[in-house]
């Protein structure tokens, strides 16, 4: 008895080794490392020299517009998602034929293969004078600018995330019980009435858990703004690659990746409370 | 200077199609083909690791099977690097950079594995405090020679009378115009200013740079490229700050968007300028009559290089001139040799955007180190892009 206990709990601590050893050497020291690069100074020829100060943290400030940019576009971005996603998911986990499901999902993840980078550029091009703008010049529509608006970055951001907003919200619908769709019209509820009571409540956790992927990545984007906006508009991700590979103040760079990654957390945490008030607390189950 | 990764494939697709066009019906050799589409390096690269590459034939040293070189995109011709693996079994691995900060970080950082890298002259006086680059031994570069290279250039690579570094090519900053849509000649960094905010509203593009992006500003004041003064770096940032809303981009990427005609203007980097001209004659390349900046990229060797007897192998072969010559023809820059640039064509060497003026290269100014490296021009640059 004994025995078996302690074989038991041999191997879940070896089960869980790779993926402690994996977040510890690439989480957690990196983090640690930025922490203390957080506190430090800025070497005359650029990086970072030890010492032991807040005014990284002070300097904060400096940074407000990119700061004040990115949390406006991380959850315009995500809804934005949300819109164009719900209905391509509600369509996949609903109404789609059986057979045609896989083939339409795997459509979507596909171009998940390549590069974020590679497709963007690709947009460039779409967009640009030699793309769109000059096949509406041969039905009279002239001079129009498509590229390095912000137009163009939503544009980018929504085609670049959809599949991660798609994904959870077609596995929530997925599991949605027919059921209780039809007990909701038997009840003489309308079919909007149904579908916000029923469909749409019950598929929020996907809805959040979309949401809180996309608004997260987006809080570090930096490509799509500065290859399809020109980078003309400042965000943090943009203001990070400037302080590392640039003006080389790693220190200053520090304290806004930190500052950045507890913003990161703040937005996990206010969609999990938000996703657990609005659907997990109501759950109902017929069996 | 820096320049984008992106600054353009090495062989675009067509190009690439046509090339094999031509193999197919024999107009050019199999050779030629693979030099002309990359794919002759990619092969070398890839036969290394087979273990299929030549084995060297009369080296006098050991050099070793491979070394590895840090340098800029569309900056060689793939062919010199293969004729060196040729002549010497050394295969060599090509790393590309966007900026001369990511190659000082990686550096920095040790372990790059370079034997041979190509610093711009304002980063060499950082990598000698910094106590990674190589006094050379220019015993070992019996190919160099101090007096057929143009002294002004070759000064940036020496500290205290120790070389470090032996000139690849130089090159200017100015400019380039789309004639066709923005009339008006124009010969000054203030036209470029003026016009952004005019008739170039919201077709032009300036670099996503410090260096260059506040220095051309200055040189709007009349001020120095290299300003650290509070009062005129000020200046230059009212007059940023009042540019931003009029600007397409900014941006390094500027061969795309020129081309496509969605910019009408750009600063430009002399290759850049040399290019779009040769390739959409409309486009002019111009330096501003006020000044702005001259640059010369270097050949240097990090000390913690793996195979330096390579490096300097390669770097002995880079600077014969019947080689130099190629790659010069290849990316478009012009040379600092007077040897090489004996053996340019004529058309080369009379072009005006390659070889300029005297009167417009004499006010021109280096950059300096400490104008990279000043917190303050990062700052302002930082508040001119979230403007």
């Given amino acids: 008895m004994h025995g ?239 302080l590392f590979l640039q003006s080389r103040n790693w220190p200053f760079g520090s304290a806004i990746a930190v500052t950045l990654v507890f913003v990161s957390v703040v937005v996990l945490i206010i969609a999990n409370r938000v996703s657990t008030r609005f659907s997990g607390a109501r759950q109902v189950d017929l069996i | 200077m820096s320049k984008s990764y992106r600054d353009g494939l090495p062989i675009t697709s067509e190009e690439f199609v046509s090339q094999l066009m031509r193999l197919k019906r024999g107009s050019i050799g199999r050779r030629d083909f693979l030099g002309l589409t990359g794919l002759g390096i990619a092969t070398a690269v890839l036969g290394r690791e087979l273990g299929l590459s030549p084995t060297p034939v009369n080296a006098a040293e050991n050099l070793g099977d491979r070394m590895s070189i840090a340098t800029w995109p569309n900056y060689h011709d793939p062919a010199t690097f293969e004729n060196f693996t040729k002549d010497t079994g050394v295969a060599v691995q090509v790393n590309v950079f966007g900026s001369n900060e990511e190659m000082l970080a990686k550096l920095q950082a040790g372990g790059s594995g370079w034997s041979l890298y190509v610093p711009t002259n304002y980063t060499i006086s950082t990598y000698k405090k910094l106590d990674i680059i190589e006094p050379l031994d220019m015993s070992k570069l019996g190919n160099f020679d101090s007096k057929s290279e143009d002294g002004r250039f070759t000064a940036e690579g020496a500290i205290d009378g120790v070389v470090y570094a032996v000139p690849k090519n130089w090159g200017t900053t100015g400019f380039a115009v789309n004639t066709k849509k923005l009339a008006k000649p124009m010969t000054t960094w203030k036209d470029f200013w003026d016009v952004a905010m005019a008739e170039g509203d919201g077709r032009t593009m300036v670099h996503d740079y410090q260096l260059t992006t506040i220095g051309n500003a200055l040189k709007y004041f009349g001020f120095s490229f290299n300003s650290l003064k509070s009062d005129e770096l000020a200046k230059a940032e009212e007059l940023l700050i009042k540019a931003k809303p009029h600007l397409f981009a900014v941006s390094s990427d500027y061969q795309p968007p020129m081309r496509a005609g969605d910019a009408w203007m750009t600063m430009c980097w002399t290759n850049d300028g040399a290019q779009l001209n040769r390739d959409i004659p409309d486009i002019a390349y111009v330096l501003g009559k006020e000044g702005g900046e001259i640059w010369t990229d270097f050949y240097a060797i990090p000390k913690d290089a793996p195979n330096k007897p390579a490096g300097y192998a390669l770097l002995n072969y880079l600077m014969n001139p019947q080689v130099a010559v190629k790659e010069h023809l290849a990316n478009g820059a012009p040379s600092t040799d007077a040897r090489v640039n004996a053996l340019l064509p004529k058309e080369v060497l009379d072009n005006p955007i390659l070889y300029p003026a005297a009167d417009l290269l004499s006010p021109l100014e280096f950059g300096a180190a400490a104008t990279l490296t000043d917190p303050a021009r990062a700052e302002l640059m930082a508040r001119f892009k979230s403007a």
């Fill in chain 1, 4 to 242: 078996s206990a302690f074989r038991h709990k041999l191997l879940t601590v070896l089960l869980l080794a790779p993926a402690t050893v994996w977040l510890v050497v690439f989480l957690v020291l990196p983090f640690v490392a930025i922490v203390v690069f957080s506190v430090g100074e800025r070497a005359p020829e650029g990086g970072y020299q030890a010492a032991f100060t807040m005014a990284q943290y002070a300097n904060l400030p400096a940074r407000a517009t990119a700061f004040w940019n990115t949390l406006i576009l991380a959850p315009v971005g995500a809804f934005a998602c949300l819109l164009v996603a719900y209905p391509v998911a509600y369509y996949l986990a609903l109404r789609a034929p059986e057979r045609w499901r896989l083939i339409l999902l795997a459509l979507i993840v596909i171009p998940f293969w390549t590069s974020l980078l590679m497709r963007t550029y690709a947009w460039m091009y779409i967009l640009g004078g030699r793309g769109i703008p000059a096949l509406l010049s041969y039905i009279g529509i002239e001079d129009l600018r498509l590229i390095n608006t912000p137009g163009a970055v939503l544009l980018g951001i929504v085609y670049g995330y959809l599949p991660l907003m798609i994904l959870p919200i077609y596995v929530s619908l997925e599991r949605l019980d027919r059921r209780l769709l039809e007990a909701s019209a038997d009840l003489g509820a309308k079919p909007l009435s149904t579908f916000v009571g029923v469909t749409l409540r019950l598929s929020l956790p996907g809805v959040m858990t979309g949401l809180s992927l996309v608004m997260i990545l987006l809080l570090g984007e930096y490509l799509i703004p500065s290859l399809l906006g020109g980078g003309k508009v400042f965000f943090i991700g943009n203001a990070l690659v400037d």
